[in-house]
């Protein structure tokens, strides 16, 4: 049984900490939402009063915050973890960021010899409930080795990216994928309806064909296509639209620097801001769907 302190309880982190609680290890929990705190607590999680109080002891600390601002200041503001960390202690961040602050936290928790590595997710809500989420980690060998069994438990495929922030540039490049495939598969829908095609038909058969893809597979944006996705609940639930234009936005500051040419990703990252901007900001990411398909409404 590990000592384990666990930052961010929302949508993802609350049941990723479930799930370690399951598996008998000892969680202290520290969210600025007091419900968030309850639902964890309720199952056997420990709650502290402070992050600093939460990290006492701890073998290990995992975060799950919204953007780098938060997961920076948690680690190196005003009163930060890196002033109460112990050396045995490894910092895994599994919150989505910039590769910088990934590299900035890492530097600055080195320098006090305390350990850490990126471990961004996919997956989703319904992958952190069923501990079948995908690790993609970013750091040195000897701590990737050392964060694998706890990682296991809230994941079924702990990938090591390479060096600090790596994991985060891989999952940048995942989610620009998916942003891509998502709007293609949309736009491919709607024109198949558009000429008289049942989409329930014109999806299976690109299931079969070329066009074949994960969003066709298991995440079908056109309502009614497949039961258990969003798209068939009003677009309520899953991955929303602002995470996503969050992803795309990370993604062209990443091309950026590299000076990589990414006209697909520079227009899913558009369409995404767009989306966003017309009060979708809350709907799952395939809501994007009814960019194409509210034509004249
Ligand atoms: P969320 O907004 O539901 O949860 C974030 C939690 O962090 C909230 O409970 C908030 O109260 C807490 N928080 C914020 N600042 C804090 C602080 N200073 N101290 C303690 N707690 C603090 O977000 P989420 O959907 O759980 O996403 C978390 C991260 O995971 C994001 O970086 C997101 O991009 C990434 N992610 C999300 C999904 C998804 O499907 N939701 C999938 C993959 C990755």
Redesign the pocket.
């Known amino acids: 049984m590990a000592n384990i302190a666990f930052?961010?309880?929302?949508?993802?982190?609350?049941p990723m900490a479930i799930n370690l609680v399951k598996a008998d290890h000892q969680v202290n929990v520290?969210?600025?939402?007091q419900a968030?705190i309850d639902e964890v607590v309720a199952v056997g999680g420990k709650q502290s009063a402070t992050?600093a109080e939460a990290v006492q002891g701890a073998d290990f600390v995992i975060?799950?915050?919204?953007?780098g601002k938060?997961v920076e200041?948690?680690y190196l503001g005003e009163n930060g973890l890196i002033n109460h960390l112990s050396k045995d202690t490894l910092v895994i961040d599994?919150?989505?960021?910039d590769s910088e602050t990934a590299q900035k936290v890492a530097k600055e928790l080195a320098s006090k010899s305390i350990h850490f590595v990126d471990a961004?997710?996919?997956?989703?809500?319904g992958?952190?409930k069923a501990g079948s989420?995908t690790f993609i980690v970013g750091g040195e060998t000897a701590d990737f080795d050392n964060a694998k069994p706890v990682l296991e438990v809230m994941g079924k495929n702990i990938f090591h990216a390479g060096a600090h922030g790596a994991g985060q540039v891989a999952?940048v490049c995942n989610n620009m994928l998916l942003a891509v495939l998502m709007a293609g598969t949309s736009e491919a829908l709607q024109l198949g309806v558009d000429n008289g095609l049942d989409p329930k038909v014109l999806s299976e058969i690109m299931l079969q064909s070329s066009g074949r893809n994960w969003t066709l597979e298991v995440y079908n944006p056109c309502p009614g296509v497949m039961e258990n996705v969003p798209s068939s609940n009003d677009y309520q639930g899953?991955?929303?639209v602002d995470?996503m234009a969050?992803?795309l936005g990370l993604a062209m500051d990443t091309c950026v620097k590299s000076q990589s040419a990414t006209p697909m990703g520079s227009l899913a990252r558009s369409l995404y801001a767009m989306h966003a901007t017309q009060g979708n900001g809350k709907k799952d990411f395939s809501s994007i769907f009814q960019t194409f398909s509210n034509k004249g409404e």
């Open positions: 930052i961010g309880l929302g949508n993802m982190g609350g520290f969210d600025l939402s968030a992050t975060s799950m915050l919204p953007a938060h200041s948690v599994s919150s989505t960021i961004p997710v996919s997956g989703g809500v992958g952190a989420l999952k899953g991955f929303m995470l969050k992803d």
